[in-house]
């Protein structure tokens, strides 16, 4: 037996959680009741292994939202009732198959206990005792099915989670807000020698950023949705917050990726103007990264043309989203350059419903609000 292990994991967690991540730890639900745990087993025709039962008597899954606790794979970690429901709706994707197809893709006796929720996806355990299986890890992805081999144990699962908390690497647990958050900065920075070259003539064959003909246009709410709180915080803080912010965030892209040694860009980002001599040279910039595989400066020559050409709610907006491919700390640094303010909520569809900020351009969610409580009227 290792429910002992589940014990000795869950205490670690716990209480890193509580030191570093109070928000995440208090999402956790409380023990489910061994009845409950028993009347799901024979609702879905399984054993839990006792790992599962040992983990669900120390927390009935937690409280969805972004201060959820989710595996370093971005799994969250699910409750009683929503294991049940998720384990009969893979269920449900599996019917018709035959039986080879079905054990390949999701067997009767797998159980669902962690999911991705952007898609199907989700870790499993085998709850079939007649297996050589039973009890082990596996993923479930919608494209190839589950596949085994994540854990030999839940206890073993979770004190890889213990252990990715106190000793991080990759992905990187960082708390913002007092909550986890799982990175992992998928590029590097690739060595960057500025050339000496003169700027780019006006014939030269050179990518096209697409930019905006107004600077000033108004931003989309889809560019702020990755940002959380954050987002919200650029929708309604001061516009010359946001300028400073935006000019801000500029400079540290500019200086993180090497580019600020162009003196036509350091320059342009000090005096923004939609005709800057900057935009060819961030053009030549995109077109040299492209050929190297430098996916992050072509990026980042794309966002730094929004930002020199004065579009500051699309730089504040696109930058930390650059940033973040390099960068595990990005909402902490974008949170000090709109200048510490206490944070909202993770803004809802009635948040964006109700801004009123011309320039984000809500009005997609304002139409949706008014359709709604015209049909509710």
């Given at each position: 037996m290792t429910t002992h292990l589940v014990d000795a994991a869950w205490d670690r967690i716990d209480r890193w959680l509580l030191t570093h991540a109070p928000r995440t730890f208090a999402a956790l639900a409380p023990p489910a009741r061994e009845e409950d745990i028993r009347a799901a087993e024979r609702e879905l025709g399984v054993d839990f292994p006792p790992d599962l039962c040992a983990s669900l008597l120390r927390h009935d899954g937690t409280r969805p939202g972004p201060e959820a606790l989710r595996f370093d794979d971005d799994d969250r970690l699910l409750g009683l009732r929503e294991i049940v429901e998720a384990t009969e709706m893979m269920r449900s994707f599996a019917q018709g198959l035959d039986a080879d197809d079905e054990d390949g893709y999701w067997s009767h006796g797998y159980v669902k206990f962690g999911a991705y929720e952007v898609t199907s996806d989700g870790v499993a355990i085998d709850c079939d005792p007649r297996r050589d299986t039973y009890g082990t890890i596996g993923r479930f992805f919608d494209e190839i099915g589950t596949t085994f081999g994540k854990a030999d144990s839940l206890s073993a699962y979770l004190t890889r989670l213990a252990d990715r908390l106190e000793i991080p690497g990759h992905p990187i647990p960082v708390t913002f807000a007092g909550r986890l958050i799982w990175e992992d900065p998928s590029q590097r920075l690739p060595e960057w020698e500025p050339t000496d070259t003169p700027l780019p003539g006006p014939d030269a064959e050179l990518p096209s950023f697409d930019l905006p003909e107004d600077p000033s246009e108004r931003l989309k709410v889809g560019f702020l949705d990755g940002l959380e709180e954050l987002g919200a915080l650029v929708a309604t803080l001061p516009p010359e917050r946001i300028a400073e912010a935006a000019r801000a965030q500029a400079r540290r892209l500019a200086d993180?990726?090497?580019?600020?040694?162009?003196?036509?860009?350091?320059?342009?980002?000090?005096?923004?103007?939609?005709?800057?001599?900057?935009?060819?040279?961030?053009?030549?910039?995109?077109?040299?990264?492209?050929?190297?595989?430098?996916?992050?400066?072509?990026?980042?020559?794309?966002?730094?043309?929004?930002?020199?050409?004065?579009?500051?709610?699309?730089?504040?907006?696109?930058?930390?989203?650059?940033?973040?491919?390099?960068?595990?700390?990005?909402?902490?640094?974008?949170?000090?350059?709109?200048?510490?303010?206490?944070?909202?909520?993770?803004?809802?569809?009635?948040?964006?419903?109700?801004?009123?900020?011309?320039?984000?351009?809500?009005?997609?969610?304002?139409?949706?609000?008014?359709?709604?409580?015209?049909?509710?009227?």
């Open positions: 993180e990726t090497g580019l600020a040694a162009y003196a036509e860009i350091t320059e342009a980002l000090d005096t923004p103007s939609p005709d800057s001599p900057a935009i060819p040279r961030l053009r030549a910039v995109r077109a040299s990264a492209e050929s190297r595989g430098d996916h992050v400066r072509a990026k980042a020559a794309l966002e730094l043309a929004h930002a020199v050409r004065g579009s500051v709610y699309r730089a504040v907006a696109e930058i930390p989203t650059t940033r973040a491919m390099y960068a595990p700390l990005w909402r902490d640094d974008l949170h000090a350059d709109l200048g510490s303010p206490p944070l909202p909520p993770d803004p809802d569809d009635t948040f964006w419903a109700r801004l009123r900020n011309p320039a984000i351009d809500a009005d997609a969610y304002a139409d949706w609000f008014t359709e709604g409580h015209c049909i509710q009227d």
